[in-house]
Antibody, heavy 122, light 107 residues
Framework: QVQLVESGGGVVQPGGSLRLSCAAS????????MHWVRQAPGKGLEWVAF????????YYADSVKGRFTISRDNSKNTLYLQMNSLRAEDTAVYYC???????????????WGQGTLVTVSS | DIQLTQSPSFLSASVGDRVTITCRAS??????LAWYQQKPGKAPKLLIY???TLQSGVPSRFSGSGSGTEFTLTISSLQPEDFATYYC?????????FGQGTKVEIK
C-alpha cells in the first residue's frame, strides 16, 4: 500500500533553515510528481511546491519562491523540501502528496502523508 | 494567480440533508478542479478530480459538477462521517491554489 512519511519538522528561529523529507513506499516513486502542501494552525490548505516525476520541472508558491527548494532522490524514494530564511508565517504542518496520475504535472494529490510540524519562533 | 472562492465558508446541516458547496475561480480553469475532505488532525482526502470524477473508494453520495469558473460539490444525503472541512483546488496552472474551505457542522 502507498505510504508517505514526512520527517524533519521542529522548532527553528526566524532566519533559520530546515530540511523536510518525505519517504515514499508502495508505488513507483520515480513515475509520479510530488507536491508539498502546508497548513498553518487553524487555517486552510496552502499549496507550496511541485516537482515533476523526473525532477525536470519545479514550481513554487509566490510566498516561498527564492527561499524554499523542492528536490527528490528517485534512487532513495525520497522527496525533500529545503527551507531557508524561515519566517514566523511559515509555521505550519507540512504535507507531502503523491500526484494522482503517472507522469502527470497537473493533478492533485491522491495520497498524503501524516504531516510534519514546523514552528518558526524565537 | 488564480483565486478560488468557496461558498459558504460555514454550513450547518442535519444528517440526511442534501448539501451543496460552490467554488468559483477568478478565471477559467476548464475542468482542472479537485475536491478534498479534511477532518481535524488528519491529512486531506481526495474526493473528486477533473471536476466530476469520483475518486476510487469514495461513496457515491458525493458528486461534483461544473467547468470554466463555477463548480459544485454535492453530498446527496449527509452522513455523520461527512462532518468535516471541504476544499477545492485548481490544477489548471501553477501556482496551484486552494479555496478557503467550507466547514460542515452538525445542526
Amino acid at each position: 500500500q502507498v505510504q508517505l512519511v514526512e520527517s524533519g519538522g521542529g522548532v527553528v528561529q526566524p532566519g533559520g533553515s530546515l530540511r523536510l523529507s518525505c519517504a515514499a513506499s508502495g508505488f513507483t516513486f520515480s513515475s509520479y510528481g510530488m507536491h508539498w502542501v502546508r497548513q498553518a494552525p487553524g487555517k486552510g490548505l496552502e499549496w507550496v511546491a511541485f516537482i515533476r516525476y523526473d525532477g525536470s520541472n519545479k514550481y513554487y508558491a509566490d510566498s516561498v519562491k527564492g527561499r524554499f527548494t523542492i528536490s527528490r532522490d528517485n534512487s532513495k524514494n525520497t522527496l525533500y523540501l529545503q527551507m531557508n530564511s524561515l519566517r514566523a508565517e511559515d509555521t505550519a504542518v507540512y504535507y507531502c502528496a503523491k500526484v494522482l496520475v503517472r507522469y502527470g504535472d497537473y493533478e492533485g494529490g491522491d495520497y498524503w502523508g501524516q504531516g510534519t510540524l514546523v514552528t518558526v519562533s524565537s | 494567480d488564480i483565486q478560488l472562492t468557496q461558498s459558504p465558508s460555514f454550513l450547518s446541516a442535519s444528517v440526511g440533508d442534501r448539501v451543496t458547496i460552490t467554488c468559483r475561480a477568478s478565471q477559467g480553469i476548464s475542468s482542472y478542479l479537485a475536491w478534498y475532505q479534511q477532518k481535524p488532525g488528519k491529512a486531506p482526502k481526495l474526493l473528486i478530480y477533473a471536476a466530476s470524477t469520483l475518486q476510487s473508494g469514495v461513496p457515491s453520495r458525493f458528486s461534483g459538477s461544473g467547468s470554466g469558473t463555477e463548480f459544485t460539490l454535492t453530498i446527496s444525503s449527509l452522513q455523520p462521517e461527512d462532518f468535516a472541512t471541504y476544499y477545492c483546488q485548481q490544477l489548471n496552472s501553477y501556482p496551484q491554489t486552494f479555496g478557503q474551505g467550507t466547514k460542515v457542522e452538525i445542526k
